[in-house]
């Protein structure tokens, strides 16, 4: 729900001048009320109902994921990479956080293409107008701030799919597979195609490095706590 509020602005006193015998208004504002105009100090609000991500940007997501899972089985066919081989388990989520680091890094110059700027920009514009006192601005700033809204799910849903094509397309050709890193056995374990593998270190890389970061740091603590002497 894209909610705006606004308080309407005390207005000044009205100063009475010397030797005037007029008497002055007593209200709260020192001005008189105007009929039907909001009072001094009151809360305006509007609210419009946010939207889900457009459909075309989901269409979009799934598309380069399906499409790099495709290019992950290809890729498997024609080079077949050896398996990244890493010393402990902690290190596979060290190096998932560096690759997840990484994909974002990359990918962050090309943000300004997707979706959110035009509507952010009529935002603030009303927000500007709705500060002017410009009559319909504050339902105009609810309209826009839901758009906005919406914008940003499907520009995140976009992100996702970007990321998770590039991971997975690095991932299957560099043979940095997740699910076999974290197998006692890499190199012989099958139970999982390569090109899933590859897929499955691509989704986890494409949620971002905040979700690994947190995993991380819940391991850290489990081991703490195990190797802490009682």
């Known amino acids: 729900m894209a909610l705006v509020r606004r308080t309407v602005a005390v207005g000044r006193a009205q100063v009475q001048a010397v030797g005037s015998t007029a008497v002055p208004h007593q209200g709260a504002t020192g001005i008189a009320p105007v009929p039907g105009a909001p009072a001094a100090g009151q809360e305006m609000a509007a609210a419009v109902p946010s939207l889900p991500a457009k459909p075309w940007a989901v269409v979009t997501g799934l598309g380069l994921t399906v499409a790099s899972a495709a290019g ?24 998932l956080f560096v690759f997840s680091a990484a994909v974002e890094r990359v990918l962050e110059p090309f943000s300004r293409w997707l979706p959110g700027r035009s509507q952010q920009e009529r935002y603030e514009k009303a927000v500007a107008d709705m500060e002017n006192d410009v009559p319909g601005a504050t339902n105009a700033a609810a309209h826009y701030k839901a758009a906005v809204d919406q914008a940003r799910s499907s520009r995140g849903i976009l992100m996702w799919g970007l990321a998770t094509s590039a991971a997975t397309v690095l991932a299957a050709s560099s043979g940095f597979y997740l699910l076999r890193m974290a197998n006692v056995n890499p190199t012989g374990w099958g139970a999982v195609p390569v090109w899933a593998d590859a897929l499955v270190t691509g989704l986890v890389v494409g949620s971002g490095t905040k979700p690994l970061h947190d995993l991380i740091n819940k391991i850290q603590r489990q081991s703490d706590t195990t190797l802490t002497p009682v």
Do not use: K, R
């Open 72 to 95: 992950a089985w290809n890729i498997n066919q024609l080079m077949a990479p050896s398996v990244f081989e890493v010393s402990s388990q902690m290190s596979v989520f060290a190096a």
